[in-house]
């Protein structure tokens, strides 16, 4: 991270250093993977996922934050390997431990979702019924 | 420097997509909640299942708890495990799993969503590419403890081996006691919480991610800084240690904050000519 504007990476390439105006494209990863959850911007969606899979905190979503990818807000999947961006609809706050929230919620309704591409790899792959 | 980027979109290299490849993949942010996998089982925690695994092998044992969880059984007890190997690996699903007695290697491994406690030890890579769930181990851990592990919280609550969260790129992993040499080496992601003393080149080659150290510090690797520790560190230290009925020896404030120097980010945009240049 380079700038402390939050819609930094809205609104420019993101290509800011010398370094990356040489190579033409920005190095590392355009939010703080490090930023550990504040639990007082928690959702009630995610405390009720909490409450279903019998955790006290966010478990592996401490690991998911919102991110940008071609000038869009969007949260990484790492069961495809690839971004989802969020709905343009979706007003983001001025705030990244809220905006964390809002990514961390979209991905759980992403990957419980029927048209999650995960349920077509399964029906060709799986081992166990 | 500047003659290297002019050189490379002379290539035409910067017209090549390297991100993209866009699926459209429509669902409703709004949509009923659902929390599980659509293929995962429909378990109940209420409802608990017992079996003494002691004559069986490690297939057989993987397989019953299976079974169970397809009965809707959503607490299941495994009584003397007798340190086999790979045990209660591979589940995808929401579930409480007790193992009474210790597991052998790669014990717990490629797991997404289940709680698990072993009232006993753990060999080798336990939990290793871990998703998300949590796991608990009461007493000692072997090496390349959590290795390569995406997510969710592991807690060895005596001392670990060598190599601990060894390319660890995600999740949470906590040690009670003492972590062996090359703890965190390549670490990408996630926190490590070290409660004891650190073994030698901590964090070698770290990448990114976070180590918390409440003991001594033999010596860091490789471009592994300490950093500057935050009233938010702070907080979440005390939760999440607190959830696991342990607490730092000199309180959480006082711990070692350990990150990457970030002196080996090193990257190329030669990388994509020389791959065009060899195909």
Redesign the interface.
Known sequence: MSTDNIDHFLETDGVDT??E?????H???RYD???????AYCTP?LK??ME??????L?????VHMGY??NRAAVFD?NIN?WVTV?ED?ELPDNQQERDMIARE?L????????????DL?KAY?K?K | ??G??HK??EMGL?SEQL???T?Q?????T?E???????SYEVD?DKSAQFDAEGMDTPQINVKI?ELMQQGHGTITVKNPMARHSLGVGILN?L?LNFEGSLGYFGCGLID?P?VHISGRVGWSCAENM????VVIEKNGGSTFGAAM????LVCKGDVGSRTGIDQK???IIVGGRTGAFSGFMMQ???MVILGDAGKNLGDSMY???IYVGGKLTDLGVDCVEGEMTD??VK?LN??LG?YGLEAPNGAENMTKL?SG?QL?N???LEPTEKKLVL
Do not use: C
């Open positions: 010398e370094r105006k040489d190579i033409g494209q190095i590392g990863y993977v490090n930023l550990v959850p504040d639990m969606f009720k996922y279903v899979m019998g955790w006290t905190d478990n592996w979503l401490e690991d990818e071609e790492r690839g709905p979706i979209l759980i309704k992403f990957q419980m979702s029927s048209n999650h591409p995960m349920v399964r799986e166990f | 420097m500047a290297v980027a490379s979109h910067h991100s993209g490849r699926q993949r429509f669902f409703s942010a949509e909640e659902n929390f599980v996998y659509p293929w925690f299976r929401r409480n969503g709680n998703m998300a769930g949590t995406r997510g969710g919280d995600g999740g949470t992601r996630g926190r990114d991610g976070t938010l560190d979440w939760d999440k959830k990150v970030k980010w990257y190329d945009n």
